[in-house]
C-alpha cells in the first residue's frame, strides 16, 4: 500500500523559498496523480498543486507563478519549490495521492485523494 511522508517545512522570512518533499513507498509515485495540499490554522485544507501521472500539473490561482511541482522518479519523490513566500503561505502542507487523474479543477479537491501523508509546518514570518 502506499505511504506518503512529508519534509521539507519549517520557518522563511517572507520573500524567501522552501521546498518540500513527498515520499513514497510501497508503490511508484509515477503510478499517482500527486496533490498538495495546505491547512491553516482555523481554515479549511485547500489544493495548492498537483501533478499526474503523465506529468501535467495544476496549481490554485493563489500560488501561481511562485510555486512549482516536480516529480523525481529514481527518488520516487515529487517536490514542490514554494518562492516568494508570504504570511499567507503560512500552513501545515500535505501531499496525497489517487490512482488517475480527474482533470484540473478535481486534482484539487480534497476528496478526490485516498491516500495521505501526515504533513510538514510551513511558517512563513520575520
Known amino acids: 500500500q502506499l505511504q506518503l511522508v512529508e519534509s521539507g517545512g519549517g520557518l522563511v522570512q517572507p520573500g524567501g523559498s522552501l521546498r518540500l518533499s513527498c515520499g513514497a513507498s510501497g508503490s511508484t509515485v509515477r503510478s499517482y496523480t500527486i496533490g498538495w495540499f495546505r491547512q491553516a490554522p482555523g481554515k479549511e485544507r485547500e489544493g495548492v498543486s498537483c501533478?499526474?501521472?503523465?506529468?501535467?500539473?495544476n496549481f490554485a490561482g493563489s500560488v501561481e507563478g511562485r510555486f512549482t511541482v516536480t516529480r523525481d522518479d529514481v527518488e520516487n519523490t515529487v517536490y514542490l519549490q514554494m518562492n516568494s513566500l508570504s504570511p499567507e503561505d503560512t500552513a501545515v502542507y500535505y501531499c496525497?495521492?489517487?490512482?488517475?487523474?480527474?482533470?484540473?479543477?478535481?486534482?484539487?479537491?480534497?476528496?478526490?485523494?485516498?491516500?495521505w501523508g501526515q504533513g510538514t509546518q510551513v511558517t512563513v514570518s520575520s
Open positions: 501533478i499526474s501521472s503523465s506529468g501535467t500539473t
Open positions: 496525497a495521492a489517487n490512482s488517475y487523474y480527474p482533470g484540473a479543477y478535481n486534482c484539487l479537491q480534497r476528496p478526490f485523494y485516498d491516500y
